[in-house]
Every structure is written in C-alpha cells, then in structure tokens.
C-alpha cells in the first residue's frame, strides 16, 4: 500500500498545489464526506428506532427510552476526544476505512435485536453505545481533511466535509420511517413485526432501520481504503499532539464550538420531544427532519462566507443570530400549556437551526487560522525552512484542536435534550432551560469579540 502513502506535502506552495495537490486533495475530500454522512446516520439512528420500540413489544420504561436515545450523543462526544488524535498515529486513509468499517457492528446489532421482543435492556444499552462509533467518527475525518487544504480554502472544504457529513442526521430521521414499512430484503431481512396502527395491523420491519445501512457502509470503507492517502508529514504521536493542551485557544475554540455544534446536534437530538410536549396534536416526526437538514446544508456556506469575510466576524454574529432566535422560541411557546404559535416556533427554531450551520464552518475556519497565524508570528524572519516546519506543525495542532473542540461540541448532544427535560420537571416548562442557552450565548458574543473579532484582538481571523 505504499502508493498510498504521499512523503512530501505542501498546500501552502501553489505551484504544487495547482500541479498535483488539488485533484488529491479533492479526492480525499469526496470519498471522506459519504463515510462520514453514513457515520452521523448511524450516530442517531436511535433517534427514530427508539420511538418505535414499544410499538413492536418492548415493554421500556420512558426514561429507558430516553437514555437510549441519549447514550449514543454520550458515547460519540467522549470517543471524539480519542479520535481527534487517531489520523496522525494511525493515518487518514487507514483510520477512514477502519472507523467507517466499524459502523456495521451496532447497524447489523440493531438490525438483529429488534427482531426479538426477549433482547434485554443491557443488549440495547450496548447497541447504543456502539452507535456512539459514528460520533466519534466526525473529529478524525474533520482533523484529516484539515491537513489537505490550503488556509485560504480551509473553511470551505471542511464546511463540506461537516456539512453534507451533517446530512446524515436529516436522512435517517427521513429514510428509516419509509424503509421499516417494506420487506426491502425479503426472507433476508426477517419477518415482520405486527403493530396497531389506526385500529388495524399493520407489519413493521423495524430491523431494516439497521441493515439498509450495511452495504452502504462497506462500499464507503472501501473507497477508503483504496481510494484515500495517508502523509507522511502528517504523523505525529500522542505526546507531539497533547501540546494542544497548553495552548489557550483551544479551550476557547471549544467553549465556541460547544454553543454551535453543540447547539446544532443537541436541538437536533431533542427537537421532536419538544414539539410533542409543547404542541399536543402536532406529529413530531412529520416536522423533526427540517431542522438538521437546514443546519447541516447552509454549513457549507459558513466555511464559505468565513473565508470571504473571517471566521470571527461570521462567529460572532451568528451568536446574535441564537439569541434572538431563542427568545423567538419563548415567545411561541404556550404559556401554562395554554395558547402557542407552533409556526412561529418553527420559523425561530428553523432560523436557530440555520445560525448553528453557519457557525459550525465558521468556528471551524477559525482554528486553523488562529493556529498558523500564532506559530508563524513566532518563526517571522527566521527563513524558508522554518516556516515551511512552522506550518507543518501549525496544521497538526490545528487537526487535534478541529477534533478535540468537536468532542466538547459533541456533549450538547446529551445536555440539551437533558436540560429541555431537567426544566420540564422541575418547572412544568422548557422556558428555563432555554433562558440558559441565551446566557451562554451571550457568552459565546462576548468572548468572540474580545479575542478574535474586535479591532486589535489578540487573535484576529
């Protein structure tokens, strides 16, 4: 597999990148968004099947329910920390190939356990947690992409690679329902299981929501696997990575990503609950799908905006964007379960949805900017050789920092969804859990400006 292996690489050089960088560059880049589409497929797959469970005779409690809708999100977010420092160690194209492989254990695992109403809890509490593979998945494949491109063409090429990747959210929550009502893999694929629906019975193949993902899955682990690269200047151990650790705009990076990404896979994860609680009457499900699908398709055009105008500036705006966006949410809610708008709820929460796309590219662009602009200002005047090691460093830190900061993300995941419930028990209503998010927006507004977007920030980008 030695060809696969590219010894010098250079984006920052354009003769290079113009000869041969790009068409290489545009491959990895192509084969890389369907893996990780797939992983965000697999990732919240429960998000459908668990609302289906007790339909087909698994007799869960609600709370049950909802931790197995929630461990997915928890899993993911802590495997991405481990994850964001794999594609050095290992390389892209192998650690590509193997994590997408690794997608078919909890897609065949689901498949088989739902077929038998005797699978105990501890199987489905696994299965969840094995989904939390395609979680993970995110923060090697961004940290990847991150070393092929050129600074000036990093925001759009990792806003593809995140936003079409996004895309699986959406396509899952729209596929599964229409593929379980069909014996798309006949005697295969198992019997069906009968359910009331309408006060007739109807069959239900509630496996499928696993298997349809199988040879998708391997087709793409192939692609991979012969269609990727692995650089040279790309590896680095744990201990060259771990520096990333020292380095403040990390953290900072993280509690921004935290309020988009965050933001974008917990409203996500805990939209279709909230409708049903809020507006009695309206079909969720009908409406769950919108949203992910506007976050993760206007993304691109964040990474794209971001390099026209800069990351900070796009961030920082976004972040306003939110907060009026939530207090549009309170002001459509019902008030004492009484009253409401829901299509004024749906606007601001499509809007909500929209703002977390274009701050997921532009927080993404900003890293690598802040992480090659501190190491050059370091090695300024020091010669060509320098700088070219100073770059090559500058992308490393800069791949950890893209996956580590997309951990912490991650956890909005679990904590919205859980704060929407917190709030319900505790006050009858999500209004405080939602006053909470506009605190730390407002957060979020102040330190983009500080560091990064006002005249003569420390970082500007």
Same mark, same amino acid.
């Given at each position: 597999?030695? &060809?696969?292996?590219?010894?010098?690489? &250079?984006?920052?050089?354009?003769?290079?990148?113009?000869?041969?960088?790009?068409?290489?560059?545009?491959?990895?880049?192509?084969?890389?968004?369907?893996?990780?589409?797939?992983?965000?497929?697999?990732?919240?797959?429960?998000?459908?099947?668990?609302?289906?469970?007790?339909?087909?005779?698994?007799?869960?409690?609600?709370?049950?329910?909802?931790?197995?809708?929630?461990?997915? =999100?928890?899993?993911? @977010?802590?495997?991405?920390?481990?994850?964001?420092?794999?594609?050095?160690?290992?390389?892209?194209?192998?650690?590509?190939?193997?994590?997408?492989?690794?997608?078919?254990?909890? =897609?065949?695992?689901?498949?088989?356990?739902?077929?038998?109403?005797?699978?105990?809890?501890?199987?489905?509490? *696994?299965?969840?947690?094995?989904?939390?593979?395609?979680?993970?998945?995110?923060?090697?494949?961004?940290?990847?992409?991150?070393?092929?491109?050129?600074?000036?063409?990093?925001?759009?090429?990792?806003?593809?690679?995140?936003?079409?990747?996004?895309?699986?959210?959406?396509?899952?929550?729209?596929?599964?329902?229409?593929?379980?009502?069909?014996?798309?893999?006949?005697?295969?694929?198992?019997?069906?299981?009968?359910?009331?629906?309408?006060?007739?019975?109807?069959?239900?193949?509630?496996?499928?929501?696993?298997? *349809?993902?199988?040879?998708?899955?391997?087709?793409?682990?192939?692609?991979?696997?012969?269609?990727?690269?692995?650089?040279?200047?790309?590896?680095?151990?744990?201990?060259?990575?771990? +520096?990333?650790?020292?380095?403040?705009?990390?953290?900072?990076?993280?509690?921004?990503?935290?309020?988009?990404?965050?933001?974008?896979?917990?409203?996500?994860?805990?939209?279709?609950?909230?409708?049903?609680?809020?507006?009695?009457?309206?079909?969720?499900?009908?409406? @769950?799908? #919108?949203?992910?699908?506007?976050?993760?398709?206007?993304?691109?055009?964040?990474?794209?905006?971001?390099?026209?105008?800069?990351?900070?500036?796009?961030?920082?705006?976004?972040?306003? +964007?939110?907060?009026?966006?939530?207090?549009?949410?309170?002001?459509?809610?019902?008030?004492?379960?009484?009253?409401?708008?829901?299509?004024?709820?749906?606007?601001?929460?499509?809007?909500?949805?929209?703002?977390?796309?274009?701050?997921?590219?532009?927080?993404?662009?900003?890293?690598?900017?802040?992480? #090659?602009?501190?190491?050059?200002?370091?090695?300024?005047?020091?010669?060509?050789?320098?700088?070219?090691?100073?770059?090559?460093?500058?992308?490393?830190?800069?791949? @950890?920092?893209?996956?580590?900061?997309?951990?912490?993300?991650?956890?909005?995941?679990?904590?919205?969804?859980?704060?929407?419930?917190?709030?319900?028990?505790?006050?009858?209503?999500?209004?405080?859990?939602?006053?909470?998010?506009?605190?730390?927006?407002?957060?979020?507004?102040?330190?983009?400006?500080?560091?990064?977007?006002?005249?003569?920030?420390?970082?500007?980008?």
């Amino acid at each position: 597999m030695a &060809n696969h292996l590219i010894e010098h690489w &250079n984006p920052e050089d354009e003769k290079f990148w113009a000869q041969e960088g790009s068409a290489i560059a545009r491959r990895n880049l192509w084969i890389s968004i369907p893996a990780l589409t797939l992983a965000f497929v697999v990732w919240m797959v429960w998000s459908v099947v668990v609302v289906n469970l007790p339909a087909v005779g698994f007799k869960f409690s609600t709370n049950q329910l909802f931790w197995l809708a929630a461990l997915p =999100a928890l899993c993911g @977010a802590t495997l991405r920390i481990f994850y964001s420092f794999a594609v050095p160690i290992f390389g892209g194209r192998r650690w590509t190939a193997i994590s997408t492989a690794s997608l078919v254990l909890p =897609a065949l695992g689901i498949g088989f356990a739902v077929q038998d109403t005797s699978t105990s809890y501890e199987v489905f509490v *696994i299965l969840a947690l094995l989904c939390g593979f395609g979680g993970g998945n995110f923060a090697s494949s961004m940290a990847n992409i991150n070393f092929f491109y050129p600074k000036a063409q990093k925001g759009t090429a990792l806003g593809l690679n995140a936003g079409l990747g996004n895309l699986g959210v959406s396509i899952v929550q729209l596929a599964v329902p229409l593929t379980i009502t069909a014996g798309i893999f006949g005697a295969l694929g198992g019997e069906p299981q009968m359910i009331t629906k309408a006060g007739q019975q109807v069959p239900l193949w509630l496996q499928n929501a696993g298997f *349809i993902w199988v040879p998708f899955i391997i087709v793409s682990s192939i692609a991979a696997w012969f269609g990727m690269n692995d650089l040279a200047e790309a590896k680095a151990s744990f201990a060259d990575q771990a +520096v990333i650790f020292r380095r403040k705009h990390n953290w900072l990076m993280c509690w921004l990503y935290l309020g988009t990404f965050g933001s974008f896979i917990g409203y996500s994860a805990g939209f279709p609950l909230l409708i049903k609680s809020q507006f009695v009457g309206v079909n969720a499900l009908q409406y @769950a799908w #919108l949203g992910p699908l506007v976050g993760a398709a206007i993304r691109p055009a964040g990474g794209w905006l971001s390099d026209k105008l800069g990351g900070a500036r796009v961030t920082f705006w976004t972040f306003l +964007v939110m907060i009026v966006g939530v207090a549009g949410v309170l002001f459509f809610l019902p008030k004492g379960g009484v009253g409401g708008n829901f299509y004024g709820f749906l606007v601001c929460f499509m809007a909500l949805f929209a703002a977390t796309g274009v701050g997921n590219g532009s927080t993404f662009r900003m890293i690598p900017v802040i992480f #090659l602009a501190g190491r050059q200002a370091e090695a300024a005047g020091k010669g060509p050789e320098v700088q070219e090691r100073v770059v090559r460093e500058a992308n490393k830190e800069a791949a @950890a920092v893209l996956g580590f900061t997309s951990a912490i993300g991650a956890y909005g995941g679990f904590f919205i969804p859980k704060s929407y419930g917190t709030s319900i028990s505790l006050t009858g209503g999500p209004e405080a859990a939602l006053y909470g998010f506009i605190v730390f927006y407002v957060t979020c507004v102040v330190m983009t400006w500080w560091y990064y977007s006002r005249r003569n920030a420390p970082m500007p980008c």
